[in-house]
């Protein structure tokens, strides 16, 4: 007769016993605050539609300081996630080969840096020249 | 052991499945050296202490794959870990995470076997050559494109990091998806279509959610967190390519 009684644990609190499920908990929940976010973008868009009292309405709710906190924390959450968003983005591609050679992991990473910055500079040029 | 051997505490997760309704922490104080392996550490607990202890090892040289277990919680090879890397503190081992105990350090991995074998993990040409024909041959460049993810030597230590694999014993899993991938990449190979099925499964590489641990813990630096991404790629092109170019009822 077999005594064979194969032990399974539970997976319960899985998530905090390793400082890398927890980081991991933190980068999908960013997501919440860029969702709530992007739906205050868009209550925005309604409201300039909507004529200018009720855009000015729209910006003066937008200088509370409720709304300014929940800003800061959005914005904390939408570049946590970006960093590590471009820190997996090559497991992601397939690999780029360049004269032979394959790409290194960390050109890449970088590479991404430095289009996003220059994708910044362009955007606040245009928002204070344009 | 000699009188200048340091002494570290081993705690071991022990269930022996005849005695114990569930599994208990047993605490060993162990001498070392600074060149032994925590494997070594447990093989003297075998040897000296309590010759109950279950464990799986092998090759004594992270080549084998069998000695993987928890170390302090972390999936770690047992061979390649030296206990002078937590001396002073005490060292806690567990059976491998997410697979069931079968008796104190050692897991049932039926489930990885059964899923490694249904990724058909060896080459299915197209057509089949003789003997006379010779072998079947392939540039360094046609290498190059798989073999880091031919390096997997079976240890399971991605299974361990993976909590999806965890939550959802179905998942292909890690090494099964980058082996799968390893010979779909294979210019020798053209078992691609057959294999796909497996991928675009939601137990296949849709349940991964990218934690990316599978990759840190891997002892090879085979890296299946790339293997399984790149083929979320892929198996959206298959599912889109269907329908413009139809694969003549296959």
Known sequence: ?130 | MTSNDKIIEIEVLRYRPEQDEKPFLQSFKVPFTDDQSVLQGVQYIKDYLDGSLSFRWSCRMAICGSCSMMINGVPKLSCKTFLREYYPGKITLEALKHFPIEKDLIIDLSDFINKLESIKPYIIPAAPRTLEQGEYLQTPRQLDRIAQFSSCINCMLCYAACPQYGLKPDYLGPAAITLLHRYNEDNRDSAKAERMQLLNAHEGVWACTLVGYCSEVCPKEVDPAAAINRNKINSTMDYFLRFIAPRGGN
């Open chain 1, 1 to 130: 007769m077999s005594t064979r009684k194969p032990y399974v644990r539970p997976m319960t609190g899985w998530w905090l016993k390793n400082p890398v499920y927890i980081l991991y908990i933190l980068r999908e929940s960013t997501a919440v605050f860029v969702g709530i976010y992007a739906v205050i973008l868009l209550v925005g868009l309604i409201r300039l539609s909507s004529g200018e009292a009720a855009w000015n309405n729209w910006l003066a709710a937008m200088q509370n300081p409720g709304a300014v906190l929940f800003h800061i924390v959005a914005l904390c959450a939408a570049v946590y996630h970006a960093i590590t968003w471009f820190s997996v983005a090559p497991k992601v591609m397939p690999p780029v080969w360049i004269n032979n050679e394959k790409v290194p992991v960390e050109k890449i990473v970088t590479g991404q840096y430095i289009l996003a910055g220059i994708i910044y500079l362009v955007l606040l040029g245009l928002i204070l020249w344009g």
